[in-house]
């Protein structure tokens, strides 16, 4: 059963913790993405990898990190830098860069910061 | 850079009828256009996925079109069914994937 798989669903982190999100995917995709969506905007890509070990910023990067040691993984490190982490989480894969590259989302993270 | 933007915001329709979303887009110079599906709280479904050498894709009552010189893309929904109802995102892929904020459709039974 191909597909992307995110956890936790629902997350909360006190003020100054640092949390991390998991995206995991079986679809052989060379590249993965990291966005967020906040109510009434669309969404805004945070890092992207298109390769193993490779990973760039997008939009918002500050405040989170991320790795990119396995092809099937690609998580994101929400740390406590980040002034406004509420939000809902979305992690996607996709061809590279440059090709068909139709993408693919994983159900999302939501995260609450009490 | 590249800004996507969709219109209506919002729309509600009954059902049965056919209806049409738009899709504009600053910069023409994309590889791709993608259609999604939204349901609240969950996760964006791929409807449609548009070639920047394509001019149209079908799938059942969904047609998207896409006219890359005017910058705009449509989404065509036939014989809507309350189950349509959900946010629809249009998304154009050029160095990376830029998203509109959305349309909200509501089908009332």
């Known amino acids: 059963d191909g597909g992307i798989t995110q956890s936790p669903k629902y997350l909360f982190r006190k003020e100054g913790q640092n949390v991390t999100l998991s995206c995991e995917q079986n679809?052989?995709?060379?590249?993965m993405y990291w966005y967020r969506q906040d109510p009434g905007q669309g969404l805004r890509l945070i890092y992207y990898?298109?390769?193993?070990?490779?990973?760039q910023k997008g939009d918002i990067a500050e405040g989170y990190s991320v790795s990119r040691e396995k092809k099937e993984s690609f998580p994101l490190t929400v740390t406590s830098a980040q002034k406004n982490p509420t939000a809902f989480y979305l992690c996607a894969s996709g061809g590279r860069t440059n090709s068909h590259n139709e993408q693919f989302f994983g159900p999302g993270t939501r995260l609450t910061v009490l | 850079k590249q800004e996507v933007t969709q219109i209506p915001a919002a729309l509600s329709v009954p059902e049965g009828e056919n209806l049409v979303l738009n899709c504009s887009f600053t910069?023409?110079?994309?590889?791709?256009l993608q259609w999604f599906r939204q349901d609240p709280g969950k996760g964006l479904t791929s409807l449609l996925l548009i070639q920047s050498s394509q001019r149209e894709q079908t799938s059942g009552r969904l047609n998207a079109s896409l006219d890359k010189s005017s910058g705009r893309s449509t989404l065509y929904i036939a014989a809507s069914q309350p189950g349509d109802s959900a946010t629809y995102l249009c998304a154009v892929w050029a160095q990376n994937f830029v998203f509109g904020p959305g349309t909200r459709l509501s089908v009332l039974p």
């Open positions: 679809l052989n995709h060379d590249a």
């Open positions: 990898s298109q390769i193993v070990n490779d990973f």
């Open positions: 910069d023409s110079a994309i590889y791709n």
